[in-house]
């Protein structure tokens, strides 16, 4: 089964590569990271780059790319905490995950192609792990769970731009070490039931699955 992850950074890949790959590990999942992409991202002084987070998802999407897919499945990501920002809010009349999700499928244009499946991390992504590796029961309602993750030593701190300002150290690879746990934990119906968007991105996956 060929898999394609549209996500909005480095550190968003390995997790969802490893819920994937537990949900659909029957079908032996190759997988390919269709955006970002990093080569560009990384172009010399004086060349453009192209949009990055949320934003270069958004273009990939209506860039058409998808449609004319081949894969047998399309991961978005975006993480939910995106509809507060004013350029979605505006567009976005719930705080329901259900209207950011239509906003999303609204970037692919009027057909959204049935091998798209769409998840919406709330608040963000480090939520997941967070809820992998600690007792925190409520980890999907936190606006700042990478900050958590430094609380608890599960990443490392660096330096910000303001004096003394310590801020976390998001690298792929240990995002890559945080992730695993994950594969154990998604067939836990119980501990699902702490991560409700996690417990709703495996549902899809799975009928996604059964409809193949």
Not at 2 to 19: H, M, Y
Not at 48 to 58: D, E, L, S
Not at 75 to 97: G, H, K, M, N, Y
């Amino acid at each position: 089964m060929r898999v394609g992850i549209i996500c909005e950074g480095s550190t968003d890949f390995p997790v969802l590569r490893e819920i994937v790959a537990q949900i659909l590990h029957t079908r032996h999942p190759t997988f390919s990271l269709l955006q970002p992409d990093f080569d560009a991202l990384s172009r010399p002084p004086g060349i453009r780059k192209p949009a990055t987070g949320w934003q270069a998802v958004r273009s990939f999407l209506q860039s058409g790319a998808v449609a004319m897919s081949t894969l047998d499945l399309v991961v978005v990501q975006v993480d939910a905490s995106i509809r507060r920002l004013v350029s979605v809010a505006r567009q976005v009349d719930s705080d329901e995950l259900d209207d950011l999700c239509d906003h999303v499928k609204g970037w692919m244009g009027e057909a959204v192609p049935d091998a798209v499946v769409i998840t919406l991390p709330r608040e963000e992504i480090e939520t997941w792990l967070l809820a992998a590796h600690t007792r925190v029961k409520t980890a999907e309602v936190l606006k700042d769970p990478a900050t958590a993750l430094l609380d608890h030593g599960l990443l490392d701190a660096r330096t910000g731009k303001k004096r003394g300002v310590r801020v976390p150290d998001k690298r792929s690879r240990r995002y890559e070490e945080l992730a695993r746990p994950l594969r154990s934990k998604v067939t836990d119906a119980r501990w699902l039931k702490t991560v409700p968007e996690l417990a709703r991105f495996v549902d899809k996956l799975r009928a996604h699955q059964r409809r193949r």
